[in-house]
Nanobody, 122 residues
Framework: QVQLVESGGGLVQAGGSLRLSCTASGRTLSSYHMGWFRQAPGKEREFVAAITSSGRGVYSTDYADSVKGRFFISRDNAKNTADLQMNSLKPGDTAFYYC????????????WGQGTQVTVSS
């Protein structure tokens, strides 16, 4: 069993940046693919980004078209964390962001965190 806890959400102005962090406990993250998803009010949860499990330091990533070139996912297996760097934020990025881990790439969805709110003001 894997427990995931997100942090780093908050309020930011359009054009600003935020870095979300996902910390795991219970089991090491290195064997899991990691991902970030988001859900805006009144909308379904959608994929944001994913990164493959440990591969001798070489990882593959995947991004939703809406965030390509602005968001960057990374992981630190030694710290059991997976981060999402969000740049050039837009009001449309406002949502609850969830960290996930799993055996499928690019949609790892076996384990979920509680989420963290990101609000981008115009």
């Amino acid at each position: 069993q894997v427990q995931l806890v997100e942090s780093g959400g908050g309020l930011v102005q359009a054009g600003g940046s935020l870095r979300l962090s996902c910390t795991a406990s219970g089991r090491t993250l290195s064997s899991y693919h990691m991902g970030w998803f988001r859900q805006a009010p009144g909308k379904e949860r959608e994929f944001v980004a994913a990164i493959t499990s440990s591969g001798r330091g070489v990882y593959s990533t995947d991004y939703a078209d809406s965030v390509k070139g602005r968001f960057f996912i990374s992981r630190d297996n030694a710290k059991n964390t997976a981060d999402l760097q969000m740049n050039s934020l837009k009001p449309g990025d406002t949502a609850f962001y969830y960290c996930a881990a799993g055996s499928s790439f690019p949609r790892p969805m076996d384990y979920w965190g509680q989420g963290t709110q990101v609000t981008v003001s115009s």
